[in-house]
């Protein structure tokens, strides 16, 4: 088959999404204010139907019968031509659509928008920001699912820009604020100096390998590709070249940008207030999904136990980034400023995963640590820090999204609540908000038994599979880092509940923002309690069938960096 | 039915019943019923599982607890099954009786809050359920991660019950105590989480040469032998069975690895009983509970500690428990004395009972380190100990309660002599008191002295010395209990200013002229004897309970015993070698003398 059909036939839902989009568009600038209304059940509706359809589709014309039995079924359904892309994809898709729940009346936040929409000035398509915003915000979407399909560093570098670009405008077009605009141009410039940085570390991964293909493409399984370049030389047990190194350590320091670690992670706090809640939950999610698979798929072509300079240097990182998080989260007295640095945190915890990537050592694989072994291939749940990664992503996402919808949900003074005292006494002002934030504080903080705990005994336990020391203290690092991110948790619970509310705090009347707000909290508790029974964790072990290789050389190959 | 769905039963009714009793009924007066219905049928529930617990099993001659492994047990549901996560559980006799213990005080709890509680009611026994589900899941569980995850979420309730109906510095309380316990438990969880997968990277082949080199024995000998042991089938698989983990860590761990196994439980555990330096939390917390919240906090989740390391440390790291215990004995010593001192100086009367907990749980880890190679007498007296002092302190502070409903202050220089106007409650708080120093006859007594002789003779890790400082423990506790209690009871009668006007039903009409000072009204007798019974009961016949527990505590302490014998067994080898070469040597001189 043609190379291009191929490699389209695995591209469904980017496809559907990029035309609802552009439906988006349309109907966003109709004259009749009734079409313009149902802009946010389109962009809904295109997220659904990007999944189904493709689905669907793959359902009625294939007739080769896949192997995959239960809850793995889902991850070969014709979404995408891997298992790993297929999970980004359902994931974004259903948390997207959580998210787009929380964003609805988000565009009407722009005082020009919201005279046009409610009829009170004739329309006029300058005024109003409404088929834009959910424009951009399938655009993002989308991104995310692209960097999850690539195999060429064009196409990660593309992807990543889609996923990023968008969400620029989309923190100045919701809010008439000063701090909006200051936000949105800080983000925009520093997001433009990461993206020169990782482009130069391409740039010098392709001086290196001589391609730009990270992976040989199925239908040319003996093509040039970056991964077959290390492989190569790991083989022959000789180290990478410098340009190969530093290029892949420009990526990584690049990259983390997106996921906000540490030292790219200074716009996180001001970005993350100044623009308007419903995008500062997308912001908490969708670049750092897309940062995280796209900082899979690169690792993924070194192969695991990383060399010692890329493991040192993300032992360091993962270290930083979760107590630099932690600690400046506890001083924080906005509290969607510490949600920001929560976020950052919990950056952190993952990073850990991608140090792990995959363990064959011990009895549980019956795997013989002798020999490279290039995947796919079973791996037992608990020695898939990538799995770990990928169900973290989950877990973290509804969490922060209760943490976040919640916020959303809630006005003080006419303006967006941020401080502790508009969340005083949330429990006196609805029951049923306070219940979803207490819900994803718990989650964050990762007791049990709510999907945070699954995520972090996911992300840890294969820690110590690896057999190095290194990897324990870092764990061990993490978890005191939990007990000290419980403290602004806490009080962030303590005060919805212990505090009497004061202030002229209302809660927004958006039955939508609600519901996405309420879904999260409860699916909180339900991936908690029925991760097993649904098999998500197994969705997730599943997922990870990228060509990685695992090598042999273990325990020896990282020391413990000097104690910080 | 089978007598299997019993127990998980227990934990599943009040944490079904919680957020039905939040949502449903509307009045307090309803609410209330509900929570003691629902606490009362648990705890019958918990009785009907001890009466299970004394017949013999289908095909079994002699009754299942007397069998002494676990008994009733159910692999329960699978939770995550990608992890070798289950929901399985089973009892044994420490567990049996520390799920009767909290199946007890619950609907005691209850049945006090009558009148304490009186908003945000709702919420407030929704917390108790709650709390009441995960303590009896932390002692049914027979799997790691089900028990750390109970463990845990003792936390959430705790949190609430302290921070919105503690007294006045609640927040802070609250915050604290979720906080330090947690901090403490993270580490726990990474140590267990290291035990699973040291279990699941074993296969037969590498377990063989790993126990032939701890051992000094042949491969093919270590192959045989734990060919034959039926927990070696979980090598190699991811498991947080308690006894596969059990076995494996006792068996195959190094001592190093043991001590690092150790130090990640005591973080933990040492936070929960609380062992001193750790205790700091325990006061704070402790004082500024609401009743209920310190009756359970210190009848049962202090417990929660205690049975954490007799459960985990003690047989898991054997070698590592040993060569800690006097270091740990220090500590618990420590813990007693000091706190003691500590206790003789507060003004507040619950921030000395409070206090006084610590000091009892020191006795109480003194009896579960006092490891000896024949007995386990201490290990025996510390469980003894943990039930007995979950019965005396909870009533104590059941006690304090009252009077503080009454009086709305808790200060020693506030009050004096009660026992002439309230002579019931005198009564019962001197016969609490009197428990809770251990006076021969009730209940506290044996617990004390069974850890105490267990210190006593354990003269290969503790020894007389610890017996002796401890000792000194129970004079202290005599002298600040009795000084509290001439205090409050008797001197001249002061009655503080500041209290309240009743506001039960039954005496609202004589409130304005009737006597100022109320004594104990039905219900708060009916509170307080069911305790009282228990605590003169126990004192005066231990015996069945102390049965009950030998084997189960045997079986725990085992492996420890078994350390202590062979250290026992090389050190004095090394001395007959000794002695024999200095005899040698001598005869050699005298020969040459001899000659010469």
């Not at chain 1, 950056?347 to 020999?371: K, R």
């Not at chain 2, 604290?176 to 316990?181: D, H």
């Amino acid at each position: 088959m043609n190379p291009m059909v191929e490699k389209l036939a695995g591209l469904g839902p980017e496809i559907i999404l990029l035309i609802g989009a552009v439906a988006c568009l349309f109907i966003g600038l109709m004259r009749p204010p009734g079409t313009r209304r149902i802009t946010p059940a389109v962009a809904g509706l295109s997220l659904v139907a990007c999944i189904l359809l493709p689905a669907a589709w793959h359902a009625l014309t294939s007739d080769e019968p896949t192997e995959a039995a239960g809850v793995t079924r889902l991850l070969h359904m014709g979404l995408a031509e891997t298992a790993f892309a297929a999970y980004v994809k359902l994931a974004v898709a259903g948390i997207g659509l959580l998210l787009l729940l929380v964003a609805v009346r988000a565009p009407e936040q722009l005082p020009q928008t919201d005279e046009t929409e409610s009829g009170r000035v004739p329309f006029d398509p300058a005024n109003t920001t409404r088929g834009e915003f959910y424009a951009f915000f399938l655009f993002s979407l989308t991104g995310v699912m692209l960097c999850a399909s690539a195999d060429s560093l064009i196409w990660l570098l593309l992807a990543l820009e889609l996923t990023s670009l968008p969400t620029y405008i989309m923190v100045v077009m919701t809010r008439d604020r000063i701090s909006a605009q200051e936000a949105a141009v800080k983000y925009f410039f520093l997001g433009a100096m990461a993206v020169a940085m990782f482009l130069y570390g391409f740039a010098l991964m392709y001086g290196a390998a001589g391609t730009v293909q990270i992976y040989s493409p199925a239908y040319a399984p003996e093509a040039t590709s970056i991964h077959g370049y290390i492989s190569g030389l790991r083989e022959a047990g000789e180290a990478l070249p410098p340009e190969m190194l530093i290029g892949l350590i420009l990526a990584v320091i690049g990259i983390s940008f997106k996921i906000a670690a540490v030292p790219m992670h200074f716009y996180t706090a001001d970005v993350y207030q100044g623009a308007s809640t419903p995008v500062t939950a997308l912001l908490a999610f969708v670049p750092k999904t897309a940062g995280f698979v796209a900082l899979i798929i690169l690792l993924a072509a070194v192969g695991w136990p990383l060399p010692p300079a890329l493991a040192i240097l993300l032992w360091v990182m993962a270290a930083a980034t979760m107590t630099v998080g932690n600690v400046l989260g506890l001083v924080q007295t906005s509290v969607k400023r510490a949600l920001a640095y929560s976020s950052i945190a919990h950056s952190g915890y993952m990073l850990i995963g991608l140090i792990v990537g995959l363990s064959l050592v011990g009895g549980a694989n019956g795997g013989d640590a002798g020999q490279a072994i290039t995947g796919p291939f079973e791996v037992t749940a608990l020695q898939n820090g990538l799995a770990g990664v990928l169900f973290y992503l989950v877990a973290y996402g509804v969490g922060n999204l209760a943490a976040f919808g919640v916020l959303a949900c809630l006005r003080s003074r006419g303006e967006e609540a941020d401080t502790y005292d508009d969340i005083a006494g949330l429990r006196h002002r609805d029951g049923g908000l306070a219940a979803v934030l207490l819900l994803g504080m718990i989650s964050l903080i990762g007791l049990p038994p709510l999907a945070g705990f699954i995520g972090k005994l996911y992300l840890f336990a294969p820690a110590f599979t690896t057999g190095q020391t290194a990897l324990v203290w870092l764990v061990v690092i993490a978890l005191l880092n939990s007990a000290i991110s419980a403290v602004y948790y806490l009080r962030i619970a303590a005060t919805a509940y212990f505090a009497e509310p004061e202030g002229d705090v209302t809660v927004v009347p958006s039955a939508a923002r609600r519901a996405g707000t309420m879904i999260a909290g409860i699916l909180t508790v339900i991936i908690g309690l029925f991760a097993g029974a649904f098999g998500l964790t197994t969705l997730a072990n599943q997922a990870v069938d990228l060509p990685i290789t695992v090598w042999p050389e273990a325990a020896e190959t990282m020391q413990v960096p000097e104690s910080k | 039915m089978r007598p299997e769905t019993l127990i998980p039963l227990m934990v599943l009714l009040p944490l079904l019943a919680a957020p039905a009793i939040f949502a449903l009924p509307r009045r307090l007066s309803e609410v209330w019923a509900w929570a003691l219905f629902i606490s009362v049928l648990n705890f019958a529930v918990a009785v009907a599982v001890v009466v299970f617990a004394y017949l013999p099993a289908p095909g079994s001659e002699v009754s299942r607890l007397s069998e002494g492994g676990f008994f009733l047990t159910g692999a329960g549901w699978p939770w995550l099954e990608d992890f070798g996560l289950r929901i399985s559980f089973g009892l044994d006799a420490i567990s049996l009786w520390l799920v009767v213990l909290t199946a007890l005080l619950m609907p005691i709890t209850v049945l006090a809050s009558r009148t304490a509680v009186t908003e945000r009611y709702r919420e407030y026994y929704m917390w108790l359920l709650l709390l009441e589900a995960a303590m009896i899941g932390t002692f049914i569980a027979t799997d790691v991660i089900f028990f750390y995850v109970c463990f845990e979420f003792t936390l959430v309730p705790m949190f609430f019950l302290i921070g919105i109906f503690g007294s006045t510095q609640r927040l802070k309380a609250a915050r604290v105590f979720f906080l330090y316990t947690f901090t403490g438990s993270l580490l726990m969880l990474a140590g267990l989480i290291y035990l699973a997968y040291f279990n699941a990277a074993q296969d037969l082949a590498t377990a063989a040469q790993t126990l032939a080199e701890l051992r000094n024995i042949d491969v093919s000998e270590a192959q045989a032998w734990l060919a034959g042991q039926e927990q070696a089938a979980a090598l190699g698989h991811w498991t947080f069975d308690i006894q596969a983990l059990t076995f494996t860590a006792q068996t195959l761990m190094s001592p190093a690895q043991q001590g690092w196994l150790l130090l990640a439980l005591l973080a933990g555990f040492a936070v929960k009983v609380p062992l001193f330096p750790v205790h700091t939390w325990l006061p704070l917390a402790h004082t500024e509970a609401p009743t209920a919240g310190s009756v359970i906090l210190a009848g049962v989740l202090l417990k929660l500690g205690t049975y954490g390391l007799i459960r985990f440390a003690l047989p898991m790291c054997p070698e590592a428990v040993v060569t800690f215990a006097p270091y740990i004995g220090v500590l618990a010593v420590i813990a007693i004395l000091y706190t003691a001192l500590i206790c003789w100086v507060q003004t507040d009367v619950k921030r000395l009972i409070a206090y006084s907990s610590v000091s009892h749980l020191g006795f109480c880890v003194l009896g579960l380190f006092a490891i000896d190679a024949e007995r386990h007498i201490g290990q025996s007296g510390a469980v003894m100990y943990m039930i007995n002092h979950g019965l005396s302190t909870g009533a104590l502070f059941l006690c304090i309660g009252m009077i503080y409903e009454r009086f709305h202050t808790r200060e020693l220089a506030a009050m004096s002599g009660l026992g002439r106007v309230m002579p019931v409650w005198a009564f019962f708080f001197v016969l609490f008191c009197l428990a809770s120093v251990g006076l021969p006859g009730l209940n506290g007594f044996i617990g004390e002295f069974l850890t105490l002789v267990g210190a006593f003779l354990a003269t290969d890790t503790l020894g007389m010395g610890f017996a002796i400082a401890a000792g000194f423990g129970m004079i202290l506790a005599a002298i600040y209990i009795l000084y509290m209690v001439g205090k409050v009871i008797w001197g001249p009668t002061k009655v503080p200013e500041s209290h309240d006007h009743n506001r039960d039903a039954a005496h609202a009409g004589e409130a304005h002229h009737g006597p100022a000072v109320r004594d104990l009204n039905r219900r708060e007798i009916a509170v307080l004897s069911p305790l009282a019974a228990l605590c003169i009961f126990i004192g005066l016949y231990p015996f069945p309970m102390l049965q009950s527990l030998d084997k189960p505590v045997m079986t725990l302490t085992r492996p420890a015993a078994e350390v202590v014998a062979e250290r026992a067994d090389a050190r004095s080898e090394a001395e007959r070698e000794q002695a024999a070469r200095t005899f040698e040597a001598i005869e050699r001189d005298a020969t040459r003398e001899g000659r010469r």
